[in-house]
């Protein structure tokens, strides 16, 4: 079986800086597109950034500067830095997984997601 577990959450100030991980179980994370998504009450889900296999990574252009996608092979582990965090980043965040990546931020091609954890930034 395949999970995908978020954990990092929490609540910070405007300017502060969070470090969500999401651990992988049933299959090898090196093997996959790995993505990180948000999304805030009554909006749609949106990309944050990706990684591929290749170690390629992908952000949307409001986390460009600011957040970082990594992983941890060896360990299976997915990783998003945020910092310079802003009100409007305040969402659930999610890690999901599928099979390309392609310098896209599309929910389409992603088939396994985490339950997701919740990031709220105060002024």
């Known amino acids: 079986q395949v999970q995908l577990v978020e954990s990092g959450g929490g609540s910070v100030q405007a300017g502060g800086s969070l470090r969500l991980s999401c651990v992988a179980s049933?299959?090898?994370?090196?093997?996959?597109?790995m993505g990180w998504f948000r999304q805030a009450p009554g909006k749609e889900r949106e990309g944050v950034a990706s990684?591929?296999?290749?170690?390629?990574?992908t952000y949307a252009d409001s986390a460009k500067g600011r957040f970082t996608i990594s992983h941890d092979n060896a360990k299976n582990i997915l990783y998003l830095e945020m910092n310079s965090l802003k009100p409007e980043d305040t969402a659930t965040y999610y890690c999901?997984?599928?099979?390309?990546?392609?310098?896209?931020?599309?929910?389409?091609?992603?088939?396994?997601w985490g339950q997701g954890t919740q990031v709220t930034v105060s002024l």
């Open positions: 999901a997984s599928g099979a390309y990546c392609g310098g896209e931020l599309s929910t389409l091609w992603y088939r396994y």
């Open positions: 990684i591929d296999s290749d170690g390629s990574t």
């Open positions: 049933g299959y090898r994370l090196s093997a996959y597109c």
